[in-house]
């Protein structure tokens, strides 16, 4: 398989509708513009429909919870990348019941239509099956180490690899590793063939405005303070998603069936450091309002090894000071627009 194939191959993307899977529609338009997309997905608060505009594909306003449905959609399917999740960390804690229903029933509901549709018949012709799981599965990682002289030194094992033991730390962590431990269980039982790959932070437009990015941004335009939780010292590794995108389709061509690829861009910035960028951006005085205990156990810091897909060739291709000003700018423009 590679770039511009002409061959005619069908992707299944659920979640299309949403921030990361529909810009991996528009990559896979752009790079493979004789593949057959479908996307499927339930339309819930955080899917929009014009985030697929331009992109020629069938739509299913459907959940991955819905069994026979989804039988006859990916029937045909070479591959399915499955996006659908609920993934805000707040709401997981005030209400995980969706996400136990999305993350967990709904990749157990997908899995099973595969597993079904692959007994009947032996012309079902599934090659890939990836899961889109989370850097958060790892758990909060520890920077730094005091040696035995007292000094604080760089944790050598700050970035967890694909074998590390996984020490979810909230509800929507929880639910995707065990999406994880299901697709494991799914492999080794049915043979089914499942790739997990765990993205770090994504950034880029037409992200869902409840977002730290996209929701800081839009209270600076309207003069108001920004809102961090507790210190805003907490690190993230921020990946410009159109590097994610590539990094999902390498993992399509040659990622091994069975094995777990993290995707990171080694762009550590802790959010105090985000939202200063915004305000310089945005040329605004700096305004901050720390909110101590807003989220209760806070993660500290998440950070992944890529060494494994970048050993397929994937390096990212953006960085941070030269892609977060444009989507910084693409968010002015699109609440200004909005306020109007």
């Given amino acids: 398989m590679t770039k511009g194939d002409n061959k005619m191959t069908k992707i299944i993307i659920t979640g299309g509708a949403g921030f990361i899977g529909s810009h991996f529609a528009k990559y896979i338009q ?43 959609v990916i029937r045909d399917a070479d591959y399915i990348v499955n996006f659908a999740a609920e993934s805000h960390v707040d709401n997981s804690i005030k209400d995980c019941d969706p996400f136990i229903e999305t993350n967990i029933r709904g990749v157990k509901n997908l899995l099973n239509c595969c597993r079904f549709l692959r007994d009947r018949s032996d012309r079902y012709k599934l090659k890939k099956f990836i899961q889109i799981s989370t850097d958060e599965t790892y758990g909060s990682r520890q920077k730094y180490l005091i040696d035995e002289g007292g000094r604080q030194i760089l944790n050598p094992n700050f970035h967890a690899k694909e074998t590390e033991i996984l020490r979810p730390g909230n509800a ?48 600076i335009i309207k003069g108001k303070p920004a809102l961090i939780y507790d210190t805003g010292e907490e690190e993230r590794d921020w990946l410009f998603v159109e590097d994610c995108c590539e990094a999902v389709d390498l993992v399509l061509q040659k990622g091994e069936i069975g094995q777990i690829y993290n995707i990171g861009a080694q762009e550590h910035h802790t959010n105090n450091q985000i939202v200063k960028h915004m305000f310089a951006n945005l ?54 627009t909005l306020a109007k």
């Avoid at 339930?42 to 306003?61: I, P």
């Avoid at 459907?62 to 449905?69: A, D, L, T, W």
């Avoid at 960085?319 to 693409?330: E, I, K, L």
């Fill in 283 to 336: 040329n605004k005085e700096e305004r901050i309002i720390y909110r101590p205990n807003a989220r209760p156990g806070h993660d500290r810091s998440y950070a992944v090894d890529c060494g494994k897909i970048e050993r397929l060739g994937w390096r990212k291709r953006h960085n941070f000071d030269d892609m977060f000003p444009r989507v910084v700018d693409w968010y002015a423009k699109k609440f200004r």
């Fill in 172 to 219: 929507y962590s929880a639910t995707k590793a065990a999406a994880d431990m299901i697709c494991s269980a799914y492999l080794n039982t049915w043979g089914l063939p499942i790739i997990i790959v765990r993205p770090v932070n994504n950034y880029g437009s037409h992200q869902f405005p409840e977002k730290f990015i996209p929701a800081t941004i839009r209270r």
């Fill in 30 to 72: 752009k790079h493979y513009p004789k593949w057959e997309i479908a996307v499927i997905d339930c339309l819930s608060y955080a899917g929009d429909r014009r985030n697929l505009e331009g992109v020629k594909h069938q739509f299913f306003n459907m959940s991955i919870c819905q069994y026979p449905e989804l039988v006859s």
